[in-house]
């Protein structure tokens, strides 16, 4: 009995001080995870993303489901062209503006047309996506990398029209529209560099 649990405890210590093998880095495994933390990893990133869920919710209709197909979309599209090392100015900028724009649609429960909506949340969905694309990791599979931050994405996006389903209790909207002005305030500091 004792030789079983010294054996056991030798084992463990084994197990503990193994590395692992590293002769598979960047598979689609590593690409994936990477890609499904990127989005959730920067505050920045998470803020505009529920926002967007929330703006949905709030339009309501088709747009709980179509700003959340959009932004995704754009977002991939653009993501290629940063892989590819395709240029675009602003895009810290341009994601800042997201968190105040996006923020403040929500605080103020703006609602314009589907195509406006639309139109806008493409515009910071080329910003988003060009940052996951410039930043994807050398080792990384490109193609699950993609994968993976579209569905970090979506999941954000889904926590948002989660959220904004709130609304349908007057203290909710309260809740939904207070998210919205926090979600502004960020950007804010995203853009002024306080955070």
């Known amino acids: 009995m004792k030789q079983s649990a010294q054996i056991t405890a030798l084992l463990l210590l084994t197990l ?28 920045d990133h998470v ?21 959340p197909v959009i932004f995704p979309i754009v977002m991939a599209f653009a993501g290629a062209l940063g892989a590819l090392g395709v240029p675009l100015p602003g895009i810290e900028t341009g994601i ?17 047309p589907i195509a406006v909506a639309a139109g806008l949340v493409g515009l910071f969905a080329i910003f988003h996506g060009h940052a996951h694309g410039t930043e994807l ?37 309260i809740a939904v529209r207070a998210a919205g002005g926090l979600i502004a305030i ?3 500091a995203f853009l002024t560099g306080l955070a």
């Open 16 to 43: 503990c001080a193994a590395t692992p093998a590293l002769a598979h880095t960047g598979g689609a495994i590593g690409g994936l995870t990477s890609g499904l933390l990127h989005p959730i990893t920067g505050l």
């Open 47 to 67: 803020v505009a993303m529920v926002a967007v869920g929330l703006w949905g919710g709030i339009l309501g209709g088709a747009a709980i489901w179509q700003l």
């Open 96 to 112: 800042a503006l997201s968190g105040i724009v996006l923020g403040g649609m929500v605080l103020f429960l703006v609602r314009p």
């Open 137 to 173: 990791p050398d080792a990384a599979n490109p193609l699950t990398y993609a994968l993976g931050f579209v569905i970090a994405t979506g999941s954000l996006h889904l926590a948002g029209i989660a959220f904004g389903q709130m609304m349908k209790w007057p203290s909710g909207v």
């Open 186 to 188: 960020a950007g804010g």
